[in-house]
């Protein structure tokens, strides 16, 4: 067994296994050789597809009991279908991002495999380590009904717990009800219970909390006193609720405005003035409780305004007292914002700086039954808007050019207006306006800025107004193909330039060089700019002359000692042609405009005749061309066929101008081949269609006219005889090829015979053997002695095998064995069959069956013929087993007429298991073991059969 798995691997093994390594499809053969060399292959397309990627990822903190997500981050080609978690301590799910919580620390082995919908599946495995929590626990206990100390009790589970954090449930302590301490303590801000929080925190950053109730109680004979306020101070209530012989646990406050207080000594701040009921009710350690009632009255403030609430910076402001009072106004206390004050009723102030300023004014008015009186203060911002900030650009400011100014003032209330000063008699209101300076010199430039507050500022900047470069510049005419040469002349001296010389080219040198590709007049533009970057352009025109256009022609009877006469065609552009100067290439010179000339004989050479034209304008230009002088020339020729062809028909002839000249150039051929063709090719490629001798002539001209002509006979020949006969045959024979009679076996070179199949031969009426049936085109290509060569083709039939096949029943010894057909013709059909069964018996029937008369195995041999002769075989083992033995026994002990109870006692001598029975008693069959029956009559006989059936059937 030969396997292919086409990505590299084989295998010889008869059933192999194998992994591809890559996804896609595979075309997998296998190749399978008999003990006597024959083989058969068979492929198919092998789909692999690419399987899924799996991977996930986890919150960062494991700690015990903590729920933990999984996140699935798994990729593939194809959908993913199912997710299978193991989390190392016996638990799985199938959910896709699952939570789990770890109730003991260790480490984990955890495992996701991902199955796709083409059912490829991979796994990724991760150790996740889950670190142990600790057991919160406290305890605590109340002193004298006031301070609540706290004792932590926590079980550390084999850790270091590093953290605490105690949450007391009493908001109204403040940044008192929280603490980070291990035990501490706190004071409760009133009673009642309070749901007391811990929290701890190992090494691991792993925590665990517990809550806790706590109930906090308090105690009376009332009494208190308070001071007299204003409306926004604090009233102070002093509890002096005697304690001799009791212990106070509780106050309850009502301050008359539906607030409620706890505190023995509390504060509170009225939202109103007025006169208020404050009642005070007390409890003690009994749990007994009292109440007394006072009346309190709380004043009035003075009504605190000012103005006013906005200035301009630098500017003195003047603040006016605008509070409305309730009794006689006292003192004054103003803070200015800047760290100054004053005690005026009505002060000035200049802030040194712009901004907004906090402005507080305090008022004191005199109040009965208070020392200091009541006060009330007042603070607005007051905006001192700064100058605005005042600035301009302007661009290079070149004498009547526009200028443009750009405002670059700000200001945070926002630009009402703009004054712009030019300084040589014109202004604008523009915020960015554009201005022409008609005189050069120098300008102080003003701009005046005002805000929406009515502030102001200005500027003052000096500008430089520069005269404008004067463009000029030098350039002679020249004529096609020499040099312009570009002087600048700009005054004042320019510091930069560019050129454009009016045929696309440009330059950025002061005094450039050119050269015009044609001739013409070109507007060449320069621009200049100067130091101070104001810049002006001019365009001249510059001239380029052009050249005369050189050209001249002679009669081409160019034989040798024939006279050339040569005629001047050339022509002036815009101008005349004064002069002519040529030079025949021999020494030999002319001034005339159309001279004549004999050349010396010579044999083939050529001569370089120049003409050189002057026109009026100086401009010259030459031109030079090759006059060949030559002789008679010689034909010749020769020709070949290709190589391993020879001179036949159909083949290719290759004729080779090998003619000469004594003087001038070979200019003209003409072939004629002897069958009705030409050709004015110099080497021809000719086909002869028919065999025989042809004339072939081939006529040459020179250069000057002079023509030769030559001619050969040439012999082609006829292609030789071919064919072949052969004989059809089945796969496995072989097959034998036969030369036709017809052909010449003396004038014969070469056999070439090709079997269709890959295989060649090289010898006359040659065999072959093929490896698979089919049909071949198989060809005979003859060459004879004169290298003419001639093929022949025919389809050569190779008829398949039989393949051959049967099935049979299970053989049971001395029972009939049915055998089936199953052989599939090949290219004719099946006929005849030669089965033998091993135990020297045969027939030549399709379907067979056969008795074994003796147990054992036995090789059966089935020989298939088809209507072709072609012939195949294959041989099975066929088991014969031997069947089982039946008996059974009988009795009529019932007491009931006719009835008999049949048992069955059959065997099988190899211990095989009967598990089929078939009972005909009087005509009633059953398949019970072991049945009863009730015969209607008695004393008569009757048959009893029995037919059972084992395992094999």
């Not at 009504?303 to 301009?312: G, I, L, R, T, Y």
């Not at 405002?407 to 630009?415: F, M």
């Not at 054992?856 to 041989?875: H, M, R, V």
Request: proline share 4%; with cysteine.
């Amino acid at each position: 067994w030969a396997w292919d798995f086409n990505d590299g691997n084989t295998s010889n093994q008869q059933n192999p296994s194998h992994i591809f390594t890559n996804g896609g499809s595979y075309l997998v053969s296998l190749t399978v050789t008999t003990a006597g060399g024959c083989s058969s292959q068979i492929a198919h397309l092998v789909d692999v597809n690419y399987g899924p990627t799996a991977n996930f990822i986890h919150t960062s903190l494991h700690c015990t009991n903590d729920s933990i997500q999984f996140t699935d981050v798994s990729t593939g080609n194809a959908t993913i279908i199912t997710w299978e978690w193991q989390f190392g301590d016996g638990s799985s799910t199938t959910l896709r991002n699952p939570k789990h919580a770890y109730p003991t620390s260790g480490t984990y082995l955890v495992n996701l495999r991902v199955t796709d919908e083409n059912g490829c599946y991979q796994d990724k495995t991760e150790n996740l380590i889950i670190d142990q929590s600790p057991e919160a626990n406290f305890n605590w206990d109340i002193v004298n009904c006031d301070t609540t100390f706290f004792t932590d009790f926590s079980n550390n589970n084999g850790t270091n717990i590093v953290a605490w954090t105690w949450g007391f449930d009493d908001p109204a302590s403040g940044a008192q009800n929280i603490s980070f301490l291990q035990n501490p303590n706190h004071k409760f801000t009133g009673a009642g219970n309070y749901q007391v929080q811990l929290t701890v925190s190992n090494q691991h950053l792993c925590s665990d909390t517990i809550t806790q109730e706590i109930a906090y109680d308090a105690q009376p004979m009332p009494d208190f006193t308070y001071d007299t306020v204003c409306f926004g101070d604090t009233t102070h209530f002093t509890d002096i609720t005697p304690t001799d012989f009791q212990t106070i646990q509780g106050w309850e406050w009502d301050f008359g405005d539906n607030v409620i207080s706890h505190e023995q000594n509390p504060v509170h701040k009225y939202l109103a003035a007025g006169i208020y009921q404050v009642k005070l009710k007390v409890l003690n350690t009994n749990f007994c409780t009292d109440s007394i009632i006072k009346e309190i009255e709380i004043h009035a403030l003075p009504q605190v305004n000012f103005a006013p609430d906005s200035s301009c910076f630098a500017s003195e402001i003047s603040f006016i007292d605008e509070t409305v009072y309730n009794t006689i106004g006292d003192s004054w206390s103003w803070d200015f914002g800047d760290s100054n004050t004053s005690t005026d009723q009505n002060p000035n102030h200049t802030y040194a700086a712009a901004g907004t300023y906090q402005v507080s004014l305090t008022v004191t008015e005199l109040v009965e039954g208070t020392a200091a009186g009541c006060s009330n203060s007042y603070t607005k911002a007051h905006y001192v808007n700064p100058l605005p900030t005042v600035d301009f650009t302007f661009d290079t400011v070149c004498l009547g050019t526009l200028t443009q100014f750009s405002s670059l003032s700000s200001s945070p209330v926002g630009i009402e207006s703009y004054t712009w000063d030019f300084n040589d008699g014109s202004s604008s209101t523009a915020a960015n306006p554009t201005h022409i300076y008609t005189t050069a010199g120098v300008y102080q430039v003003k701009l005046i800025i005002t805000d929406l507050m009515g502030c102001t500022d200005s500027i003052e900047k000096a500008v430089n107004v520069y005269e404008i470069p004067v463009v000029s510049f030098d350039a002679p005419a020249v004529c096609l193909g020499d040099t312009t040469i570009f002087t600048d002349n700009t005054l004042p001296a320019g510091n930069s330039w560019n050129w454009s010389f009016g045929d696309g080219a440009s330059s950025t040198l002061s005094n450039p060089k050119h050269l015009y590709n044609n001739a013409g007049t070109y507007s060449v533009l320069l621009e200049v700019e100067d130091i101070h970057a104001c810049n002006s352009s001019a365009v001249q025109e510059v001239e380029v002359m052009p050249l005369p256009i050189v050209d001249f022609s002679w009669n081409f009877a160019a034989c040798a000692g024939d006279t050339v006469f040569f005629e001047d065609l050339s022509q002036g552009v815009n101008t005349t042609i004064t002069n002519w100067n040529w030079n025949f290439g021999d020494n030999t010179t002319s001034t005339e405009q159309d001279p004549k000339h004999v050349y010396v004989q010579s044999n083939d050479i050529t001569y370089e005749v120049t003409l050189i034209i002057t026109t009026a304008t100086g401009c010259i230009d030459s031109l030079m061309q090759v006059i060949n002088i030559t002789g008679i020339p010689d034909a010749q020729f020769s020709y070949t066929n290709n190589e391993g062809q020879g001179p036949c028909i159909n083949n290719q002839f290759t004729f080779s101008d090998e003619s000469s000249t004594e003087s001038g150039l070979i200019q003209n051929w003409h072939w004629d081949f002897g069958d009705a063709t030409t050709s004015n090719s110099q080497n021809p490629i000719h086909y002869f269609a028919s065999a025989g001798i042809y004339a072939v002539k081939l006529t040459v001209d020179n250069s000057a006219g002079c023509h030769d002509t030559i001619t050969q006979n040439i012999t082609v020949f006829d292609l030789p005889i071919t064919n072949f006969t052969f004989d059809s045959v089945c796969l496995g024979d072989t097959t034998h090829f036969n030369d036709s009679n017809e052909i010449n076996i003396g004038a014969t070179d070469e056999w070439n015979y090709t079997f269709g199949d890959g295989a060649s031969a090289t010898s006359s009426d040659p065999t072959h053997f093929y490896i698979s049936p089919g049909n071949y085109t198989v060809q005979l290509q003859i060459t004879d002695t004169n290298l003419c060569v001639n093929r022949m083709e025919h389809q050569v039939p190779i008829y398949g095998l039989p393949q051959v096949n049967f099935t049979f029943d299970t053989a049971c010894l001395g029972l009939p064995t049915q055998y089936t057909d199953l052989t599939q013709e090949a290219d004719h059909p099946l006929n005849t069959w030669d089965w033998s069964f091993g135990d020297g018996a045969s027939t030549t029937l399709s379907n067979p069956s056969h008795t074994f008369t003796d147990f054992g195995a036995f090789n059966t041999k089935l020989i298939i013929t088809d209507t072709w002769g072609c012939t195949d075989s294959l041989q099975k083992l066929v088991n014969v087993h031997e069947p089982p033995i039946a008996h059974f026994n009988w009795s009529d002990t019932s007491c009931t007429s006719g009835l008999i109870y049949f048992t069955d006692s059959s065997y099988h001598n190899q211990g095989h298991q009967i598990t089929d029975f078939l009972w005909t008693i009087d005509g009633f069959e059953t398949d019970t073991q072991n049945p009863q029956y009730t015969f209607p009559q008695t004393e008569i006989a009757y048959p009893i059969n029995l037919i059972i059936t084992d395992v094999r059937g």
